[in-house]
């Protein structure tokens, strides 16, 4: 019998050494040497509560490779809109009864105000000197993906001739072929869709030609929509033959699928939007919220979701779209959003309201 517990005890030794071993061997050399410490606290937690609008899609492919990696730790993911996970975000912390761990919201502008709000945690991930310059707000928001703003179009209904070369391009051919884009042509709408909105804001800051777009886009009986998929569908089905300001993480794929489906990268310049992922301040799983920001920032956690249609932040991520690669495809001229204070313009009430009337007045709404 006590040779039995002896060569039992001994087997439990060696099993707990060959998984401190396997994780040591997991851990990149650049993470702190405790960083066991932090992977054991994350998988005695359990689980990380994720709010974000990310498609399932995308998610899915994030969340499954995380669990593969880390099978202790569960993933309870909360699809919201950006507007709604702010506000939960906010009411959660005035009532000092956090629900969420991990923010990871296209809404930047709002990602910056949880900042800025101290509502964020300050965390300086290991893999943040793996991330361009403005991909990192403060050692607490971290940009994931790059998804640049595109030109969708239906080749079947747009003849290569008048296929726009960027955007300016575009308003030129809204005025003079009314035969063709006439009420079918189809953008953004900024007042329900963030995405939209921080794009537009964008554009409006660097291209000089955004109001006369707008104004063409009024003109032409432009409409609007509240996400890509469904400016996607409209234009799949010819009820709109081309549409601006889609995310191209997505068209990517919609165009590979869909031979009918052109795309175009403006010659000229081609914002970038991105999401933006932070921990609550608070969070009721810190670990293993810390885990999970530092999955996503790496290499591993980048070719999952690049992979699954979320182009990664990094230039070094290979066999999945990355910054680079957007960029030659952009013609050198990709230029993201930068995750700074500047985007707190976005919410500044006067200027909103400047904005969305001049919008409206542009699409005679």
């Not at 995405?195 to 537009?200: L, N």
């Amino acid at each position: 019998m006590l040779n039995f517990l002896k060569t039992n005890c001994a087997a439990m030794a060696f099993a707990a050494l060959s998984a401190t071993s396997a994780l040591a061997q997991a851990t990149p050399a650049t993470y702190p040497a405790g960083y066991a410490d932090l992977v054991a606290a994350a998988k005695k937690e359990g689980k990380v509560v994720v709010y974000s609008p990310t498609d399932s899609e995308q998610a899915n492919a994030l969340i499954n490779a995380f669990q593969k990696k880390y099978p202790g730790v569960a993933v309870d993911y909360n699809d919201l809109s950006n507007t709604a996970i702010y506000n939960r975000v906010v009411s959660e912390f005035a009532a000092r009864q956090v629900g969420g761990d991990v923010v990871w919201s296209v809404g930047l502008d709002l990602q910056v105000r949880l900042v800025e709000d101290g509502m964020a945690e300050r965390y300086a991930s290991p893999e943040a000197s793996n991330l361009p310059g403005f991909a990192k707000y403060k050692d607490s928001a971290y940009l994931t993906s790059i998804e640049p703003g595109v030109i969708l179009y239906n080749k079947r209904l747009v003849p290569a001739a008048l296929v726009p070369k960027n955007l300016a391009d575009l308003t030129r051919l809204l005025k003079e072929h009314k035969d063709v884009f006439q009420g079918k042509v189809a953008s953004w709408d900024p007042e329900k869709s963030g995405q939209g909105y921080v794009a537009m804001q964008d554009d409006m800051r660097h291209n000089p030609g955004f109001w006369p777009l707008m104004a063409a886009f009024g003109e032409a009986g432009g409409k609007i929509y509240s996400n890509s998929g469904q400016m996607r569908e409209k234009v799949v089905s010819g009820e709109e033959v081309i549409a601006f300001y889609v995310n191209g993480a997505y068209a990517a794929g919609w165009a590979k699928a869909n031979p009918t489906l052109g795309i175009v990268y403006s010659d000229d310049r081609t914002s970038a939007v991105s999401r933006a992922a932070l921990i609550t301040k608070n969070a009721p799983h810190p670990n293993a919220a810390k885990l999970l920001i530092d999955f996503m920032l790496s290499q591993e956690g980048q070719k999952a979701m690049g992979g699954a249609g979320l182009p990664s932040v990094r230039s070094d991520v290979e066999g999945v779209p990355n910054f680079k690669s957007l960029n030659e495809l952009a013609n050198g001229k990709l230029q993201p959003i930068a995750l700074d204070a500047t985007l707190l313009d976005n919410l500044d009430k006067t200027k909103r309201a400047d904005f969305f009337s001049r919008w409206k007045q542009a699409m005679r709404r």
